[in-house]
């Protein structure tokens, strides 16, 4: 897919360029409650690089298909509701350019 | 599964730059050396910005300059301070370099081939869930509940410190000890390449840019080039984006990547990968208490080993140099027949003889500067709008200092600036 001038893409266009082993299991796990009781801000929906947190009604939906393996909703999350932990067998993302 | 026979001396977790460093070095010196790694080749978890500096790695590696998987050498460095579609930039070209571009996954994946040639074992695909202790005594590793025994631990499981955090050996990372970084891999005709960005044939550019261009967060933005690609990325401090952020992070970056200048600088490329990968912030002050322990050693991001100096970082040769040093340690530590604390406390005196901690010392006041808001948002803004009256002249033009006091108006003191300017200047 070309990125011409000026045209923005999405970022599912852009993890759609990655090379993916997506594991069966996901390797992270959102307690939604925490979501939706606690957190307000929901900065997750935007520091996740790779989108796998979505607003939904008043809670959170995610995702862990597109996970980059950044660790960022690790550290972020205020409410420790993110259960966070590598995929097995060499699962997920494959950089080739990184 | 672990399906690994025999006793090995030493258990490297983690086939990136510093793990496969310490591998190489061990295994050149006899040691049985095995290194476990989580993705399905070594380097496929590795992501960076995109330069390496290369004189460390040449003293690790005797071969290296000859067989490495350089792309190009940075000849041409350039800072820039951009707000809106105009830029301040300052350029430093030189035929002779120190740094070179590389894609990270391939230059892992060449140090892991020589660990190997040098007779390491490389075992991919196996995730490391734990240290394995015997009376408070690292004495190999843990996945899927299978046990490696080993004489000693290398962890160089990178800066998401999972294993080290469950030893209760750091505590749990913090939003201010890392920053995000985000990068797209744009591919682009070679000699497009060269044409706009003004290079010989293997000559590079290494590009950072602050100002507007990460969304109103403190940071910065890159751009390297590589043979056939260029890489686009932001760099964001993960404290201040937690405050300050408004839109998602991919969006910013694409907003820069379709601003001026660079839509046209970039004009027909195609994205071939989309990364991410956190970078460690605090350098010391996330070190590990002790960067060794009885069996272990700490290496790489793990211990917090990386420069940012706002116009260059330096992570892999810091990494790679820790884990030729951790070596080292082993080597004189087998030698005394102990891998006792004691016995690996030199690491500790090598990494302080060293250039890494000599520089993460002398650059440790700069952290704290580079988190201003006001050297990412308000100062690039008096610059370039001072450099905007001194040279789009039509009629009359104004003096040097005119300019400055007319651009600071409202926004800071002159007394202010310069003091400012001058603790950057000291820090640096």
């Not at chain 2, 998602?248 to 601003?259: A, K």
């Not at chain 2, 060794?292 to 790489?300: A, I, K, P």
Request: hydrophobic share 40%; aromatic share 8%; charged share 25%.
């Amino acid at each position: 897919m070309s990125v011409q001038a000026l045209k923005k893409i999405k970022i599912t266009e852009a993890l759609n360029t990655n090379i993916w082993d997506v594991d069966s299991r996901p390797h992270i796990t959102v307690d939604y409650e925490k979501c939706r009781k606690l957190c307000d801000k929901k900065i997750c929906t935007l520091l996740c690089p790779a989108g796998c947190y979505t607003l939904s009604d008043d809670g959170i939906l995610f995702s862990y298909e597109g996970c980059l393996e950044c660790g960022t909703c690790r550290i972020v999350c205020p409410h420790e509701a993110v259960k966070w932990d590598y995929p097995l067998s060499g699962r997920g993302v494959q950089y080739r350019f990184g | 599964m672990l399906n690994i026979v025999g006793k090995f001396d030493v258990v490297v977790v983690g086939a990136g730059p510093a793990g496969s460093s310490a591998a190489y070095t061990l295994s050149k010196n006899g040691f049985k050396v095995v290194v476990i790694e989580r993705g399905r080749t070594a380097g496929s978890k590795n992501l960076y910005g995109g330069r390496v500096y290369s004189k460390p790695l040449e003293e690790i590696y005797p071969e290296f300059k000859r067989e490495a998987p350089i792309e190009r050498w940075v000849k041409r460095e350039r800072f820039s301070m951009m707000v809106g579609g105009e830029l301040l930039t300052l350029e430093y070209y030189s035929r002779n370099s120190t740094s070179f571009t590389a894609y990270l996954s391939r230059l892992a994946g060449w140090m892991a081939q020589k660990a190997e040639e040098a007779g390491a074992i490389i075992v991919t695909d196996v995730r490391v869930d734990d240290l394995y202790t015997e009376d408070g005594i690292v004495k190999g590793i843990v996945s899927s509940g299978d046990v490696l025994k080993a004489d000693v631990v290398v962890d160089a499981e990178g800066v998401n410190r999972l294993i080290l955090e469950r030893h209760g050996l750091v505590p749990k990372l913090l939003p201010r000890q890392v920053a995000l970084g985000v990068k797209e891999t744009i591919r682009l005709d070679k000699q497009k390449i060269e044409d706009r960005f003004g290079l010989l044939p293997e000559e590079g550019l290494a590009w950072f840019i602050i100002g507007n261009v990460t969304g109103g967060l403190p940071g910065g933005a890159f751009l390297y080039t590589n043979t056939t690609t260029v890489s686009l990325g932001m760099v964001v401090f993960l404290e201040e984006a937690c405050k300050k952020v408004q839109k998602h992070v991919f969006d910013i970056l694409e907003d820069l990547r379709t601003s001026q200048p660079f839509s046209d600088i970039l004009k027909d490329g195609v994205l071939v990968e989309y990364g991410a990968h956190l970078t460690p912030e605090a350098g010391l002050d996330m070190a590990p208490k002790k960067l060794y322990t009885d069996g272990l050693l700490v290496v790489g991001d793990a211990a917090g080993f990386l420069l940012n100096l706002g116009y260059t970082v330096r992570g892999v040769d810091f990494a790679a140099y820790s884990g030729y040093l951790a070596a080292k340690t082993i080597i004189k530590a087998h030698s005394e027949g102990n891998f006792k604390a004691e016995n690996l406390s030199v690491y500790q005196k090598l990494l302080e003889e060293s250039f890494i901690i000599r520089e993460l010392r002398r650059h440790r006041k700069i952290a704290k500067l580079l988190r201003s808001s006001e050297l990412f948002t308000t100062y690039p803004e008096i610059f370039v709008d001072v450099a905007r009256k001194l040279f789009n002249i039509e009629y009359t033009s104004p003096t040097l200092l005119q300019s400055i006091r007319e651009s600071i108006k409202g926004k800071t003191s002159l007394l202010s600036l310069i003091v400012k300017m001058l603790s950057l200047v000291r820090a640096l």
